[in-house]
């Protein structure tokens, strides 16, 4: 991709010519283009069908079973506490970036989840610690964070996702919003998370795909993928976040309906703020489990 | 005689008093004529308030929508019953009927229920305006008994609210053939306006509080597209845009401000006196150019 999509005026023109971002929006994208020999970033999918009882509450033996089943295979090794040993050590003063948006909030069952695993690897119970609002003063001085919080369509960046979590981490979070939140990758930048996200994890239990009115969010728009996604790069992540949204809108209204031009956070992210990779042909989508509906 | 005089100046006075008021009715007002009970439903605690600087604290993420037009505050109450889920109503002051309007107009996705100078329900989710204000009534899952709330609030919501006002006169120079109707969105910012097409991350139409600006679908038997129309304070900044735009996303039509893009379709532009105005997302060339020729015509007319 060219370093054109980084200068100071990106347009709708830039976005049509470029390869990369159609890839990003598109939701007919298929498998990974070229195994190259280069190394490509991981994203690891599971879903499981039990994941959710009829009252669309979490199991929590299932969700994890499936945390256990994501990390080990994002990590490469069998044993899940020892997976989560590589990537926390017991020193480490731990923070679960969560989210708590009132409409679709980080499930208890997934936070208590991670809690278990971080216990496991020898983190103290008093070394932990979670927060969202006021994870720029709670959170900041963490020297590991896990970054986690459900998929969902979001009116100015176009998607919440991994990248998106962190706003929280600097003390006017409203001023990101103007713009299609297009500087969202600065706040991975900055001091207080640079360099400490161990894991993100995205969460596609239930996520939302459209949303009208002031509050985003109709029941409506949220089906059950029971899928949890775990990466060690937020980009790439969310460039996998986006292409599932971007398919279940299709799906659901029957023809192609872009968040296309909104989320090119992710691109910036990628591209100006050297956060992750959004290019398609460098992530390898990796699924587990259930696989009926899996819609990438 | 004296005596008559005077009784024709007291009433002309009381009248004139009682029409200022009309026009000044504020968010106290109309939250005073709302019922707290109707048909079983209870509202929750008294009207929480909210303005520019605490509304993100009551929508997080959305009220950027709100503050790009001239909101000013907004009410905010839920009312329960029984089982049933809450159906939370959100009335915003936003300073003027155009900027109601605004807020309105950019996500009409669902049908017209005859609430309010404008609405739109969709799937639990009653959205109209009035007057100066934006009024929202969400029920978060959708029943035969909260759908029937829901637009019985609106109504009742629709009563309290005295003022009237004008849509934005810029939507009067909207070409009628080929106009989908409920398609039509007015703007201030350039935030809005790439939300409904995006156009660049800079600023290039040079788009602030004293423009105005609509975006509205045609669709023809030459062709399909949008149109985009933005009132400027002067015909120096009118054409200040139409270079910016022109240089941003058409440059290598300069001279005849018309091109088709990558994706294969067409955008031409024009300024005229106080006015930039253009064809996006078109289908066809000979769509795009009659939409110019026809905006042309119609402006052709028009003092500033």
Redesign the interface.
Same mark, same amino acid.
């Given at each position: 991709m060219s370093d054109e999509l980084v200068k *100071? =005026?990106?347009?709708?023109?830039d976005?049509?010519?470029h390869a990369a971002y159609a890839a990003l929006a598109t939701s007919a994208y298929g498998e990974v283009l070229d195994s190259g020999e280069e190394k490509k970033v991981k994203v690891v999918l599971v879903r499981d069908e039990d994941a959710l009882d009829k009252n669309r509450n979490p199991n929590p033996k299932v969700i994890q079973s499936m945390l256990d089943k994501a990390v080990s295979e994002l990590v490469g090794i069998d044993d899940p506490v020892e997976a989560w040993r590589r990537l926390v050590k017991p020193k480490d003063l731990v923070g679960i970036k969560t989210n708590v948006?009132s409409?679709l909030p980080t499930p208890r069952e997934v936070e208590d989840a991670i809690r278990r695993r971080l216990k496991d690897a020898g983190v103290r119970e008093d070394r932990i610690l979670m927060d969202d609002r006021g994870a720029y003063q709670t959170l900041a001085n963490c020297t590991a964070l896990i970054n986690v919080r459900p998929l969902r369509t979001?009116?100015?960046s176009g998607i919440?996702g991994c990248i998106k979590n962190y706003i929280m981490f600097v003390p006017d979070p409203?001023r990101y919003?103007?713009?299609?939140c297009?500087p969202l990758g600065h706040v991975w930048t900055l001091p207080s998370v640079k360099g400490k996200t161990r894991l993100n994890i995205l969460v596609v239990l239930t996520p939302l795909f459209h949303g009208?009115?002031?509050?985003?969010? *109709?029941? =409506?728009y949220t089906w059950d993928y029971k899928g949890l996604m775990v990466s060690f790069d937020p980009v790439a992540i969310d460039a996998i976040g986006v292409r599932l949204l971007l398919a279940k809108r299709r799906e659901f209204f029957g023809a192609e309906k872009p968040l296309?031009? *909104?989320t090119?956070h992710i691109i910036y992210a990628d591209k100006k703020y050297k956060v992750g990779t959004s290019d398609p042909s460098k992530i390898q989508l990796i699924k587990l489990g259930w696989l009926e509906g899996v819609l990438i | 005689m004296k005596g008559w005089i005077m009784w024709i100046i007291y009433s002309i006075a009381v009248c004139a008093i009682m029409a200022s008021f009309s026009y000044s009715e504020t968010l106290h007002d109309i939250a005073k004529r709302i019922p707290t009970e109707f048909d079983g439903w209870r509202a929750e605690g008294d009207w929480r308030h909210y303005d520019r600087n605490t509304l993100?604290q009551h929508?997080?993420?959305?009220?950027?929508?709100?503050l790009a037009y001239r909101f000013k505050g907004a009410f905010v109450r839920r009312y329960l019953k029984g089982g049933e889920m809450g159906i939370?109503v959100?009335i915003y002051d936003m300073s003027s009927p155009e900027d109601a309007f605004g807020v309105f107009s950019v996500?009409c996705?669902g049908d017209e229920v005859g609430i309010g100078q404008g609405s739109d329900y969709?799937?639990?989710?009653l959205?109209f305006w009035k007057g100066r204000f934006f009024v929202?009534i969400?029920t978060?899952?959708?029943t035969d008994e909260s759908k029937a709330a829901v637009l019985k609030l609106g109504r009742l919501i629709d009563r309290a609210i005295s003022d009237r006002g004008e849509p934005p006169k810029i939507l009067s120079l909207l070409p009628v053939n080929g106009l989908k109707r409920r398609s039509v969105r007015f703007f201030r910012k350039h935030?809005i306006l790439?939300?409904i097409y995006?156009?660049?991350?800079?600023n290039?139409l040079r788009l602030g509080d004293e423009t105005e600006g609509v975006v509205a679908e045609y669709e023809r038997k030459d062709g399909k597209g949008l149109l985009l129309i933005v009132r400027y304070s002067s015909a120096k900044d009118a054409k200040a845009a139409l270079n910016g735009f022109i240089n941003?996303?058409?440059p290598e039509a300069k001279r005849t401000k018309i091109a088709r893009?990558?994706?294969g379709r067409w955008i031409a532009v024009e300024a005229v006196g106080q006015f930039l105005f253009a064809a996006l997302d078109a289908t066809k060339r000979g769509f795009a150019h009659n939409l110019i020729e026809t905006m042309r015509g119609i402006l052709r007319g028009v003092k500033g």
């Amino acid at each position: 991709m060219s370093d054109e999509l980084v200068k *100071s =005026k990106l347009t709708r023109r830039d976005f049509i010519r470029h390869a990369a971002y159609a890839a990003l929006a598109t939701s007919a994208y298929g498998e990974v283009l070229d195994s190259g020999e280069e190394k490509k970033v991981k994203v690891v999918l599971v879903r499981d069908e039990d994941a959710l009882d009829k009252n669309r509450n979490p199991n929590p033996k299932v969700i994890q079973s499936m945390l256990d089943k994501a990390v080990s295979e994002l990590v490469g090794i069998d044993d899940p506490v020892e997976a989560w040993r590589r990537l926390v050590k017991p020193k480490d003063l731990v923070g679960i970036k969560t989210n708590v948006w009132s409409y679709l909030p980080t499930p208890r069952e997934v936070e208590d989840a991670i809690r278990r695993r971080l216990k496991d690897a020898g983190v103290r119970e008093d070394r932990i610690l979670m927060d969202d609002r006021g994870a720029y003063q709670t959170l900041a001085n963490c020297t590991a964070l896990i970054n986690v919080r459900p998929l969902r369509t979001h009116y100015w960046s176009g998607i919440g996702g991994c990248i998106k979590n962190y706003i929280m981490f600097v003390p006017d979070p409203w001023r990101y919003h103007p713009d299609t939140c297009a500087p969202l990758g600065h706040v991975w930048t900055l001091p207080s998370v640079k360099g400490k996200t161990r894991l993100n994890i995205l969460v596609v239990l239930t996520p939302l795909f459209h949303g009208v009115g002031p509050h985003h969010f *109709s029941p =409506k728009y949220t089906w059950d993928y029971k899928g949890l996604m775990v990466s060690f790069d937020p980009v790439a992540i969310d460039a996998i976040g986006v292409r599932l949204l971007l398919a279940k809108r299709r799906e659901f209204f029957g023809a192609e309906k872009p968040l296309v031009y *909104s989320t090119h956070h992710i691109i910036y992210a990628d591209k100006k703020y050297k956060v992750g990779t959004s290019d398609p042909s460098k992530i390898q989508l990796i699924k587990l489990g259930w696989l009926e509906g899996v819609l990438i | 005689m004296k005596g008559w005089i005077m009784w024709i100046i007291y009433s002309i006075a009381v009248c004139a008093i009682m029409a200022s008021f009309s026009y000044s009715e504020t968010l106290h007002d109309i939250a005073k004529r709302i019922p707290t009970e109707f048909d079983g439903w209870r509202a929750e605690g008294d009207w929480r308030h909210y303005d520019r600087n605490t509304l993100f604290q009551h929508i997080d993420g959305g009220a950027e929508l709100y503050l790009a037009y001239r909101f000013k505050g907004a009410f905010v109450r839920r009312y329960l019953k029984g089982g049933e889920m809450g159906i939370t109503v959100d009335i915003y002051d936003m300073s003027s009927p155009e900027d109601a309007f605004g807020v309105f107009s950019v996500e009409c996705y669902g049908d017209e229920v005859g609430i309010g100078q404008g609405s739109d329900y969709i799937e639990g989710l009653l959205r109209f305006w009035k007057g100066r204000f934006f009024v929202s009534i969400l029920t978060r899952l959708e029943t035969d008994e909260s759908k029937a709330a829901v637009l019985k609030l609106g109504r009742l919501i629709d009563r309290a609210i005295s003022d009237r006002g004008e849509p934005p006169k810029i939507l009067s120079l909207l070409p009628v053939n080929g106009l989908k109707r409920r398609s039509v969105r007015f703007f201030r910012k350039h935030s809005i306006l790439n939300r409904i097409y995006f156009i660049a991350d800079k600023n290039v139409l040079r788009l602030g509080d004293e423009t105005e600006g609509v975006v509205a679908e045609y669709e023809r038997k030459d062709g399909k597209g949008l149109l985009l129309i933005v009132r400027y304070s002067s015909a120096k900044d009118a054409k200040a845009a139409l270079n910016g735009f022109i240089n941003a996303l058409i440059p290598e039509a300069k001279r005849t401000k018309i091109a088709r893009l990558e994706d294969g379709r067409w955008i031409a532009v024009e300024a005229v006196g106080q006015f930039l105005f253009a064809a996006l997302d078109a289908t066809k060339r000979g769509f795009a150019h009659n939409l110019i020729e026809t905006m042309r015509g119609i402006l052709r007319g028009v003092k500033g």
